[in-house]
T-cell receptor
Framework: GAVVSQHPSWVICKSGTSVKIECRSL??????MFWYRQFPKQSLMLMAT?????????EQGVEKDKFLINHASLTLSTLTVTSAHPEDSSFYIC????????????FGEGSRLTVL | GQNIDQPTEMTATEGAIVQINCTYQ??????LFWYQQHAGEAPTFLSY??LDGLEEKGRFSSFLSRSKGYSYLLLKELQMKDSASYLC??????????WGAGTKLIIKP
């Protein structure tokens, strides 16, 4: 198998502050990582595709200036929620693709963000 | 547009068998995945089908019919820990994953 670690698992912040979430592939190199958000009782919604060394590709409707993604190395991608507001409260999950596209994604544990 | 349909919720009894269906209409097809997600946790991979037929993995099996745009996940000898949401996802011609809304499976003793 492969391990993807996400940190922090839980974060509570005040409205207007920024929060950074890290996603690391621990035992493999991931040229591509994906960021999702998931509201209660809803499916995963892809926010952006993060490629190492290049700009992230954002899905329609996702504000790139609000959700900053950096994929600086083959094992680390970060998502920064800037100027967070209560409506940004959600479960954020990253996944990483290992090797060639055989299909399986490996998911991080998820990060639950609560903005007060 | 692209669409994946699966039932919202299903209930089954411990020890029984349950089949969760998934139908899809996507631009191209490069594989279908089933993931299990317990509440508050990230999804975990269950199966991957790219050719027609049945793939068996222990208590879980997954079936695919590409001509019908149809798949099912079969869970046998249900255990209480199988209570979770089951997500169907299809990789389209651009290798983008299209996710279903998930089926919440409730297991009763």
């Amino acid at each position: 198998g492969a391990v993807v670690s996400q940190h922090p698992s839980w974060v509570i912040c005040k409205s207007g502050t920024s929060v950074k979430i890290e996603c690391r592939s621990l035992d493999f190199q991931a040229t591509t990582m994906f960021w999702y958000r998931q509201f209660p009782k809803q499916s995963l919604m892809l926010m952006a595709t993060s490629n190492e060394g290049s700009k992230a590709t954002y899905e329609q409707g996702v504000e790139k200036d609000k959700f900053l993604i950096n994929h600086a190395s083959l094992t680390l991608s970060t998502l920064t929620v800037t100027s967070a507001h209560p409506e940004d409260s959600s479960f954020y999950i990253c996944s990483a693709k290992k090797g060639l596209d055989t299909g399986e994604l490996f998911f991080g544990e998820g990060s639950r963000l609560t903005v007060l | 547009g692209q669409n994946i349909d699966q039932p919202t919720e299903m209930t089954a009894t411990e020890g029984a068998i349950v089949q969760i269906n998934c139908t899809y209409q996507t631009s191209g097809f490069n594989g279908l995945f089933w993931y299990q997600q317990h509440a508050g946790e990230a999804p975990t991979f269950l199966s991957y089908n790219v050719l027609d037929g049945l793939e068996e993995k222990g208590r879980f099996s997954s079936f695919l019919s590409r001509s019908k745009g149809y798949s099912y996940l079969l869970l046998k000898e249900l255990q209480m820990k199988d209570s979770a949401s089951y997500l169907c996802a299809v990789k389209d011609s651009n290798y983008q994953l299209i996710w279903g809304a998930g089926t919440k499976l409730i297991i009763k003793p």
